[in-house]
């Protein structure tokens, strides 16, 4: 395993919520509850394997895309 992501789910504001750590700092990742691979399994509590992320159309790339590590 590479990297792994813990989120916390808001359903309040409907919004899965994490930190990611880049050098000495932390930034902010907040993602949309219906949205994506990890707002569907957040959504529905079923567990999810896939083969590669990146090419599954659920796939919601805007966090590779602000820390600039390709999901696989």
């Known amino acids: 395993c590479e990297r792994v992501a813990l989120f916390h789910v808001d359903n309040e504001h409907g919004r899965l919520s994490s ?7 932390s ?3 907040v ?3 219906k949205l994506g691979v990890a ?3 957040a959504v ?3 567990e999810m ?5 990146a ?7 805007s966090v590779d895309l602000k820390t600039g590590y390709r999901t696989k």
């Open 19 to 25: 930190l990611y750590a880049d050098g000495i700092g």
């Open 27 to 29: 930034e902010p990742i």
């Open 31 to 33: 993602l949309n509850l």
């Open 39 to 41: 707002g569907l399994v």
């Open 44 to 46: 529905t509590g079923e």
């Open 49 to 53: 394997l896939i083969e590669d992320t």
């Open 55 to 61: 090419r599954d159309p659920r796939f919601d790339a």
